[in-house]
């Protein structure tokens, strides 16, 4: 629970800024791995198999409340499934120019994830990011592996098998918390943000810009069309 002179600061902020719209949402946009025809018939040695080091199936709110205030991201509810990589490496693909691609082995996935597997992607820094739809996420639990292709369109073996499935933790519209329901977990993720803005989570870089965000999407319950 916070301190009251924060919470009640919080407030006065949130109502003076509630007339202002929200920041527009950003999201990392899927790359797809493109094949180097200069390298085809040349490159003939595979890139080593990827290592997947964490997996993290999130569904973040897009509004969370408390004592009559809300508090918005600009992204809505959305579901995100991130990998932690460790890359594959190969003799003539640089890392950032290795393709990945994500298999099923085994489980139940929804159709909002289908499309988004068999198809070589760009990791976005050390990480692979997928988006099933929010309502889906409880839905899926699966195992998977993820195989690295590199610019000639040589495969790795595949990775070492992964599971992945819903923790049962909503995230609150901003912060790392649980929203519970009972609203402790918004203002805990507005005071402790860190950047960490809305469900792209990691999409609108800076502390400041994560503030701005929680504050220009703050509006009073009561005033909510």
């Keep these: 629970m916070l301190p009251r002179p924060f919470g009640t600061q ?5 109502v003076f800024l ?8 950003q999201l990392i946009p899927t790359e797809f791995h493109q094949i180097n025809p200069d390298l085809q018939g040349v490159d003939v040695t595979p890139p080593s ?58 489980g139940e996935i929804p159709e909002s994830l289908r499309d988004q597997l068999e198809v070589g992607v760009r ?7 997928f988006r099933p739809a929010f309502e889906d996420a409880p839905l899926l639990n699966a195992t998977f592996v993820v195989v690295a292709i590199d610019g000639a369109g040589n ?14 933790c909503p995230l609150a519209a901003l912060g790392e918390q649980c929203d519970d329901g009972s609203g402790g977990a918004t203002m805990a993720g507005c005071a402790v943000s860190s950047g960490r803005s809305s469900p792209g989570h990691r999409d609108l870089a800076g502390a400041w810009g994560a503030l701005v965000m929680l504050c220009l999407g703050a509006r009073r319950f009561g005033q909510r069309t």
């Design 10 to 14: 919080l407030l006065a902020v949130a």
């Design 18 to 25: 509630a007339a202002y719209p929200a920041l527009p949402c």
């Design 49 to 106: 198999p990827p290592q997947v080091s964490a997996v993290a199936l999130e569904r973040r709110l897009g509004e969370s409340c408390e004592g009559g205030v809300c508090i918005s991201n600009s992204c809505g509810n959305l579901a995100t499934l991130r990998l932690d990589l460790v890359a594959a490496e190969d003799d003539q693909t640089p890392a950032d120019g290795m393709g990945y691609r994500l298999e099923l082995l085994a």
């Design 123 to 129: 990791a976005f820094g050390s990480q692979l990011l």
């Design 155 to 168: 495969e790795s073996a595949p990775s070492t098998p992964f599971r992945v499935m819903f923790d049962g």
